[in-house]
């Protein structure tokens, strides 16, 4: 990642706008920052979300709340509880995330 010349701000994620996205099941509500080319993002995900997709592009994911399980496609499972945080970089590992009980993460991508 190479972080572009951002001057220095602050962030109320409480008064960025929030848009919904479904996923097969459930709903993801992000709350984005778009800055350069560096997305910055609130993510909840409702209980029963599984993604809709395989996503190919990098990540820094960190759970704030809730359990976030992701799947690889090779078949490898993970699950993030509060405080830890997985990495993968663009067309590394295709991954799609679900929560059973609903997770509040902080993406940057």
């Known amino acids: 990642m190479n972080l572009p010349a951002i001057p220095f ?13 479904p996923g097969t099941t459930g709903t993801a509500r992000w709350r984005t920052r778009q800055l ?18 395989w996503c190919d592009k990098g990540h820094v994911v960190l759970c704030l709340a809730g359990e976030l399980e992701t799947d690889l ?5 993970y ?6 945080s997985y990495q993968v970089g663009d067309h590394t590992d295709s991954h799609r995330s679900s929560s ?3 997770a509040r ?5």
């Open 73 to 77: 496609a090779d078949g490898r499972t």
């Open 9 to 21: 701000d602050t962030t109320d994620w409480d008064t960025v706008e929030q848009t919904e996205h």
């Open 100 to 102: 059973a009980t609903g």
């Open 105 to 109: 993460l902080f993406i940057v991508d």
């Open 36 to 53: 350069g080319d560096v997305r910055v993002r609130m993510v909840e995900y409702s209980a029963g979300y599984q993604a809709d997709h």
């Open 79 to 84: 699950r993030l509880r509060p405080g830890m």
